[in-house]
């Protein structure tokens, strides 16, 4: 509880707001909650849907593991790729996000509409070289642009990967992606309109080699055609009793049958001989008890069929 005291105009203030009926006494004045803002940019909507967002997660992140065994054996070394991000942005702002010089490649996205970009860090690409060419696979000191002859390299390798990649989308296309063109400056590149949305997959990569990024950028308009496929189809109730009957017939159970049990001393039990009889509870005659997963279900009789053991259902416990 504050303990400053009231000047004598705060006073003659107070007494005229509870004259005036501005406040009363007793009542207790709460302070206005802040009404919380959502911040919608309607230059960068949502287009996909949270169950496509969640097929694009797992699409993405089986491109990551195949980036990244590809790379390992075209390499020879160990190389690590994880998702860093899946963004929807225009395709200005994507071009906007690099400020170094950046080895970008168009794809041909056939049978899917537009192009795309796959990109990837001049100094992983140089690395990429180092190591094609029998060097440890390190970034030089000086960042450049790359050769003809390093272009050719560096593209085999992200041929590789972008071969990997249209089997990760095989269940929704049937892709024939294919790289067209390899560009120093990605600033010239002019796969769509400035307010062209794409959809922007982050990769980064760790290993053996030097660290780096790769990108996969592609229009929107292009994956939404297929997008719509990944929705799940309920099934139908008889479909779903049908599937648990097939589960339910092939899954193995543990079976035994008892043929009598006895009580025996220890010292009887240590000293048994091969040829030795022991003398069950139960009568010849009576039946003998079956059990599924340790608990009796069935009792009937022993028997031979052909040379094998056999056992005659006579009844069923519920």
């Known amino acids: 509880m504050s303990n400053a ?12 707001a509870i004259e005036s009926g501005q406040v009363l006494v007793g009542q207790k004045i709460e302070s206005k909650k802040e009404k919380k803002i959502q911040h919608y940019d309607f230059r960068r909507p949502d287009k996909f849907p949270r169950e496509q967002k969640r097929r694009l997660q797992k699409i993405s ?11 390992s054996r075209f390499l020879r070394a160990s190389i690590n790729v994880e998702l860093i991000a899946i963004e929807e942005l225009s395709y ?3 071009l906007n996000s690099f400020t170094d010089v950046v080895c970008a490649n168009v794809v041909n996205l056939k049978p899917l509409n537009g192009f795309g970009c796959l990109t990837a860090d001049v100094g992983f690409c140089l690395a990429i070289v180092d190591r094609g060419l029998g060097g440890p696979g390190r970034i030089p000191q000086k960042v450049r642009p790359l050769t003809l002859i390093e272009e050719s390299v560096v593209g085999v390798a992200l041929s590789n990967i972008m071969e990997e990649i249209k089997l990760c989308w095989i269940k929704l296309v049937q892709p024939e992606w294919k790289i067209e063109k390899m560009d120093m400056d990605i600033k010239s590149l002019q796969i769509a309109p400035a307010t062209e949305l794409m959809l922007s997959i982050n990769f980064a990569v760790s290993g053996d080699l030097s660290n780096g990024t790769i990108i996969l950028c592609v229009p929107v308009t292009s994956l939404e055609m297929i997008m719509g496929k990944s929705k799940i189809e309920k099934l139908k109730r008889q479909d779903e009793i049908a599937i648990i009957e097939v589960v339910i017939g092939e899954t193995e159970l543990t079976t035994s049958v008892v043929l009598g ?5 220890f010292n009887e039990l240590i000293n048994l001989k091969v040829g030795d009889v022991i003398k069950l509870d139960n009568k010849i005659t009576e039946d003998i008890c ?24 006579s009844s069923v416990f519920n």
């Open 5 to 16: 005291i009231l000047t004598n105009q705060e006073v003659e203030a107070l007494l005229s």
């Open 61 to 71: 992140e089986e491109m990551a593991k195949t980036i990244g065994v590809t790379l």
């Open 92 to 94: 200005e702002v994507f």
């Open 261 to 265: 049990t006895t009580q025996l001393m």
């Open 290 to 313: 079956m059990n599924i997963e340790e608990k009796t279900k069935y009792c009937g009789k022993p028997g031979v069929m052909g040379k094998k053991m056999a056992f005659q259902v």
